[in-house]
């Protein structure tokens, strides 16, 4: 009981710090996003340094920084025709690791550089569709579509966790994370849908048979970040991620689902709502 009131607590605190961030727009989203990177990444180092797998450490924290700075979706131009400024950062870490590791190679110079450019894909990359998503396509429809992923993640793990505690019996992913059930998946997902079928109502944006589909995406793709992150956790032979936030163990725990949610809440409003 001690868990679960702390999680609710945390959950609650959270989402309304993230509201706030969100509401202000790049100002403030940019700051924290680069703060949860660098935790999250920080995080990650902690889980390799257990396996004993060495990385880039102050060069993933630079990269990572300037990946989320390029994902600002006001910068005057692009670097090439049809390229992004996201895509020129990670074309310039991929090089800098691979030169860096000619030059000073040391032991094991292939896995630290997978593992670096892992980070920077897994993290960073990620957390930058955050920014993209938020003036999608506007700063003000913007604010409406990133709080979708938001609502319904924040439903989706609810309605999970409930659904799964009371009446979870069937394994998801025994393998992977033994907790997770058919049942709260199942329970996720209702949730999820409930959330979005009633934000997508009020604002008048979608039909209901659209909002049922990206109920389910959105659902699986946030319980797939999930199952990614428990799939690390599990390779690297660790439990938590950290322990920062009382409940929900680290900030890669907090962010795993939304980590997968926004990126494809973006795909999704690109390809069949902007595009209509």
């Given at each position: 009981m001690e868990s679960l009131s702390s999680r609710i607590l945390t959950s609650v605190v959270g989402f309304a710090i993230l509201s706030l961030v969100v509401w202000v727009g790049w100002a403030?989203?940019?700051?924290?996003?680069?703060?949860?990177?660098?935790?999250?990444?920080?995080?990650?180092?902690?889980?390799?340094?257990?396996?004993?797998?060495?990385?880039?450490?102050?060069s993933l924290g630079v990269f990572a920084a300037a990946l989320l700075v390029a994902s600002l979706p006001m910068w005057p131009s692009t670097p090439w025709p049809g390229g992004s400024w996201r895509e020129a950062v990670l074309t310039a870490a991929v090089g800098y690791f691979l030169v860096v590791e000619v030059i000073r190679p040391g032991e094991r110079p292939l896995e630290r550089i997978v593992y670096s450019i892992f980070g920077l894909l897994y993290i960073p990359w990620l957390l930058g569709y955050f920014l993209l998503l938020r003036y999608s396509p506007d700063a003000g429809d913007g604010l409406l579509y990133l709080a979708l992923p938001?609502?319904?993640?924040?439903?989706?793990?609810?309605?999970?966790?409930?659904?799964?505690?009371?009446?979870?019996?069937?394994?998801?992913?025994?393998?992977?994370?033994?907790?997770?059930?058919?049942?709260?998946?199942?329970?996720?997902?209702?949730?999820?849908?409930?959330?979005?079928?009633?934000?997508?109502?009020?604002?008048?944006?979608?039909?209901?048979?659209?909002?049922?589909?990206?109920?389910i995406l959105v659902a699986s793709a946030s319980q797939l970040g999930d199952l990614a992150e428990s799939l690390l956790k599990r390779s690297l032979n660790t439990k938590d991620s950290g322990t920062s936030l009382p409940g929900h163990g680290g900030f890669l725990d907090r962010v795993d689902s939304l980590l997968f949610a926004v990126p494809a809440t973006y795909l999704f409003l690109n390809i069949s709502v902007f595009t209509r």
């Open positions: 403030a989203l940019l700051p924290g996003l680069i703060v949860v990177a660098i935790m999250a990444l920080r995080e990650y180092i902690r889980m390799l340094d257990r396996s004993d797998i060495d990385v880039r450490r102050v938001l609502l319904a993640t924040f439903a989706a793990d609810i309605g999970g966790y409930f659904v799964g505690y009371f009446f979870g019996r069937r394994k998801l992913a025994p393998e992977v994370s033994p907790g997770k059930t058919v049942e709260g998946s199942i329970g996720g997902l209702l949730f999820s849908f409930l959330m979005v079928l009633g934000l997508t109502t009020a604002t008048h944006i979608w039909t209901p048979f659209e909002a049922l589909l990206y109920a």
